[in-house]
């Protein structure tokens, strides 16, 4: 197995474990939101879902996306900072989706009257 085929996959799975983390903390949190908010009984599975999507699709694109300059000869840390150079881009990913995701639920929230007032 080629080196840089090493780097892309350590770094594919500690993103998809990254995103699959970021998913079930805010799961619980997001699905109370949604279910006081969306009266639509499919809308907090579709919305959760769409953020776990969006999640696992954006790190796996970042993750895979670049060539990292590895050669065979090459020491330990080196490979560990080309792991850590595409996890970087990985983590920025997550955060720019939590970002615009959670603009986008203040405006539900916002323009939505939540179910129980009348």
Do not use: C
Request: no cysteine.
């Amino acid at each position: 197995m080629s080196p840089a085929l090493v780097v892309h996959l350590v770094v594919l799975i500690f993103a998809i474990g990254l995103a699959i983390l970021v998913y079930v903390l805010a799961r619980r949190g997001l699905g109370e939101l949604l279910s006081r908010t969306v009266a639509v009984p499919g809308g907090v599975v579709f919305f959760t879902r769409a953020f776990l999507l969006l999640l696992i699709f954006g790190v796996i694109g970042q993750a895979v996306t670049g060539n990292p300059d590895v050669k065979p000869g090459q020491y330990f840390m080196e490979y560990v900072w080309l792991v850590a150079a595409g996890l970087g881009d990985s983590l920025g990913y997550v955060f720019l989706t939590l970002a615009i995701y959670l603009v986008l639920m203040t405006i539900l929230v916002a323009t939505l009257k939540p179910k129980d007032d009348k």
